[in-house]
């Protein structure tokens, strides 16, 4: 990803995990502002704070990552809709909404950024 699709990406899982500005800042539920969006494509940290409680209200997260070998990694990365059908009793089922892998060198880095772009499919399809 360029630098560019990158920054635009921040700002969109910011305006997702913060959901509005108070003059020029993100702020976030927790009470946190930043005048940056916060660096989550490079920090599993910042994800895990900011965008999985909010996936967390209505969506199931399924991540994974693995050694495939000499210093390269492989990070999945699937969102569930949580869903539940009555029939005289309660069946559980969950729409599959955005998936995203990454490969690299940076396992945290890559399963972060496999976080933040499944994140982003989310965000588009909800925005049809």
């Not at 704070?49 to 399924?62: A, G």
């Not at 070998?69 to 599959?96: A, M, P, Q, V």
């Not at 496999?114 to 499919?121: N, Q, S, T, V």
Request: glycine share 6%.
């Amino acid at each position: 990803m360029t630098e560019q699709e990158l920054q635009e990406l921040q700002e969109k899982l910011a305006k997702f995990a913060a959901g509005r500005t108070f003059h020029g800042y993100w702020l976030y539920p927790d009470g946190v502002m930043w005048g940056d969006a916060l660096g989550f494509t490079q920090s599993l940290d910042a994800c895990y704070k900011h965008l999985v409680p909010r996936l967390l209200e209505d969506y199931n997260i399924e991540s994974y990552s693995f050694k495939q070998c000499d210093n390269w990694y492989y990070s999945e990365t699937n969102i569930w809709r949580k869903g539940s059908t009555k029939h005289g009793f309660e069946i559980l089922h969950d729409e599959h909404i955005a998936k995203h892998f990454e490969q690299g060198k940076d396992l945290d880095k890559i399963t972060a950024l496999a976080l933040c772009k499944a994140i982003e499919k989310l965000i588009d399809k909800e925005e049809k």
